[in-house]
C-alpha cells in the first residue's frame, strides 16, 4: 500500500510508528486507538502524494509473555504464535490498517540486529557489568523507583504498588549489564531544547524535561532470571531488557544492518505515537541509545492519552478492556475509526461511552453527512435522470461553498497532517458538510424545481452542482478516516471514470473547485449511515 510516483524516488520516507504491543492477551481499545491514529496519519500524507513507511507490530519477548504462556499451558514462542495470528493480525485488517510492515520481536530478522546493536554499544564502552536490587514491574517490564510506588490497600495493604497497574511490585536482585543512560542527561536536554517539538503534546514535553533534569540513572539492559528473551551475544547467561529489544524495532523493520539503502531511505522515524504510559521509554531512552550509536534522532514523540471507562484506564487488567469488534458489530468499522478520533482530543485523556457514541452517530453521521448525500444523490437523479449538470448561474451564495472547501481543506491539512488535532481537521471537515446542507435549506431546490422556466432549470443545475462537487472533495478530505464509506460515496458521484481512483486524488489540490466534471453519472447509492437499533438490554 506503499505510495508510488516518481516525485518521491530518492527522497525519504514519511515514516510513522505505533509502539509495538504485548502479546499476553488480545487488542482492546486503546491498542486499536494508536494504530487507527496512526494509519489516517499516514492515509494523510499519501494523499499528499509523498512516500509514506507505517510499521506496527508485536512485542514478545520478556518476563510477562513467559508468565502468560506458562499461565496457558504453552511454550512463549507458541503463545505469541496464537496471539499473532487470530487476534491481532485480523483486528487490523478488520480496522483496514494499511500497515507497510508488521514486525514481530521474535523474528530473526529483529532479534539478529539487535545484538548486533548491543554489541557495538558494548565495544564502545557504553555498557557496563554491574549489580542492581530494587521494585520490579513485570506488567511495565520495569524497575520502579521507591518515589513512583503507591500504598497498597484492601488484599493488597501492607504492600507497593506499581502506579500504572495497580499490582504489587516485585523486590528484584540480579546482576545485569548497564547502559551508561546517566551520561545523556545534558546531550538530551540539550536536543529537547533545541527542538522544542519532539515531544508532543506539550504537557508531556515538560514532564520528560523534568523528570530529565532530576538527573539520570544508569539503565539496566540485561536480565538473567529468566531465559525468554534476544540473548546477550556476548554472555548467553543474559538475555536483553525486553525494552531495548523492543525499542530497536524501529530500526530494524527498515533494514538496520541488513539494507542500508532502505534504511537511509527511512529512518529515522517522522512520528512515533506511543501511550503516555511509554513515554519515558521512547522520549528519554530511545534518543539515549541513538545517540550512542551515532544515530540521527526521531522527528517527534507524540503521547497520545488514555482511553477511560467509568474513570478508570482501559486495560485487560482493570476489566474495562473492549473489544473493537463490540462497536465495530453495531456502528461499523468506519464510524469507530471516526469515532474515537473525532470524539477524543489525540493526546488527551477521554472517555468512552456508547451512548456519545450512539448519540454522535445519529446526529453527525447519519443526519448531517449520510443524508446529505443521501438527498444529493436522489435530487440528481429524480431532477437530471442521474447526469450530473452545469452549474451557470452561480453566485454569493455558492461562493461561500467554493471559500467554505478552501477553508476545510487547509485546515484539515494543518491539524491533521502537521499537528495531529485528529478531531480538530474532522472537525474542519464536518464544518463544510454543514455549510452544504445549510446551503440547499436555504436554496431550497425542491422548490426551484416545480418552476419550469429555463432560468429556474439553470438556477436548480447549479445549486446541484455545487452541493454534488462539495461532496466530491469531502469524500478526498474523509478518505484517510473513513475509507470504505469515502469509496461508496466517490462511486456514487461517479467521481471514478472521470478523476480516477479516490486513492490517487490529492489534499493539495482537493479544493480546486469544478474538478467534478459536469456530465458525471451520479447515482443514489446506498444509505451511507443507516439507522440503528439499540440492542436489547439484558
Known amino acids: 500500500m506503499a505510495a508510488t510516483g516518481t516525485e518521491q524516488q530518492g527522497t525519504k520516507a514519511f515514516y510513522v510508528s505505533t509502539p509495538i504491543y504485548y502479546v ?79 514486525i514481530r520481536t521474535t523474528e530473526k530478522r529483529h532479534t539478529d540486529r539487535v545484538q548486533e546493536f548491543v554489541q557495538d554499544l558494548y565495544d564502545k564502552g557504553e555498557i557496563y557489568q554491574g549489580g542492581y536490587e530494587g521494585p520490579y514491574c513485570v506488567g511495565c517490564e520495569e524497575y520502579k523507583t521507591p518515589g513512583e510506588l503507591l500504598d497498597g490497600e484492601g488484599e493488597y495493604a501492607g504492600q507497593k504498588l506499581c502506579p500504572i497497574h495497580k499490582k504489587p511490585v516485585e523486590m ?33 514535553r515538560n514532564e520528560v524535561v523534568n523528570f530529565v533534569r532530576q538527573g539520570l540513572q544508569d539503565l539496566s539492559i540485561s536480565r538473567s532470571t529468566f531465559d525468554w528473551g534476544v540473548r546477550v551475544p556476548w554472555d548467553d547467561k543474559h538475555v536483553i531488557y525486553v525494552w531495548i529489544d523492543a525499542l530497536l524495532n524501529y530500526a530494524t523493520a527498515v533494514g538496520y544492518g541488513s539494507d542500508q539503502a532502505k534504511f537511509e531511505g527511512t529512518f529515522p522515524a517522522n512520528v512515533h505515537l506511543v501511550g503516555k504510559d511509554i513515554l519515558r521509554f521512547h522520549a528519554v531512552i530511545w534518543p539515549a541509545m541513538l545517540m550512542a550509536n551515532g544515530l540521527p534522532l526521531p522527528g517527534k514523540v507524540f503521547a497520545n492519552g488514555w482511553l477511560m471507562v467509568g474513570g478508570e484506564k482501559m486495560s485487560k487488567s482493570n476489566l474495562t478492556g473492549i473489544k473493537p469488534q463490540d462497536l465495530t458489530d453495531h456502528f461499523g468499522v468506519d464510524a ?48 437530471f435522470g442521474g447526469t450530473l449538470p452545469a452549474a451557470t448561474d452561480s453566485g454569493a451564495a455558492e461562493q461561500v461553498i467554493v471559500d467554505g472547501l478552501k477553508e476545510a481543506a487547509a485546515a484539515a491539512d494543518r491539524k491533521i497532517g502537521e499537528e495531529l488535532d485528529f478531531a480538530g481537521g474532522i472537525e474542519a471537515v464536518f464544518g463544510l458538510v454543514k455549510k452544504v ?102
Open 24 to 102: 499476553n492477551d488480545a487488542p482492546h481499545l486503546g491498542h486499536a486507538y494508536t494504530t487507527v491514529a496512526g494509519d489516517v496519519l499516514t492515509r494523510w500524507h499519501r494523499q499528499r502524494g509523498e512516500k509514506v513507511w507505517y510499521l506496527t507490530g508485536t512485542d514478545e519477548h520478556g518476563q510477562k509473555i513467559m508468565r502468560t504462556a506458562q499461565a496457558n499451558g504453552v511454550t512463549p514462542q507458541e503463545w505469541c504464535d496464537k496471539l499473532v495470528e487470530e487476534a491481532w493480525r485480523p483486528l487490523w485488517e478488520h480496522l483496514e490498517i494499511g500497515h507497510d510492515d508488521f
Open 172 to 204: 528484584l536482585k540480579e546482576e545485569n549489564y548497564f547502559f551508561k543512560l546517566s551520561e545523556y542527561g545534558p546531550k538530551l536536554l540539550d536536543f529537547y531544547a533545541a527542538n522544542p517539538d519532539f515531544i508532543q503534546p506539550e504537557s508531556a
Open 437 to 538: 446542507n445549510l446551503y440547499l435549506t436555504e436554496q431550497e431546490p425542491w422548490k426551484v424545481a416545480k418552476d419550469t422556466s429555463e432560468a429556474a432549470q439553470a438556477r436548480l443545475a447549479t445549486i446541484i452542482y455545487t452541493a454534488a462537487e462539495a461532496l466530491r472533495a469531502t469524500a478526498v478530505l474523509l478518505n484517510p478516516v473513513m475509507p470504505a464509506t469515502s469509496e461508496k460515496l466517490w462511486a456514487s458521484l461517479g467521481a471514478g471514470a472521470s478523476l480516477g481512483a479516490l486513492a490517487d486524488q490529492r489534499v493539495d489540490t482537493v479544493a480546486d473547485w469544478g474538478r467534478l466534471p459536469a456530465g458525471a453519472q451520479v447515482t443514489k447509492g446506498e444509505i451511507l449511515f443507516p439507522r440503528l437499533e439499540e440492542p436489547k438490554q439484558d
Open 336 to 383: 469507530y475509526r471516526w469515532y474515537f478520533l473525532r470524539a477524543i482530543q489525540f493526546g488527551q485523556d477521554g472517555s468512552f461511552s456508547w451512548e456519545d457514541f450512539s448519540a454522535r452517530y445519529t446526529s453527525e453521521l447519519a443526519n448531517d453527512f449520510g443524508n446529505l448525500a443521501s438527498r444529493v444523490g436522489a435530487m440528481t437523479v429524480k431532477y
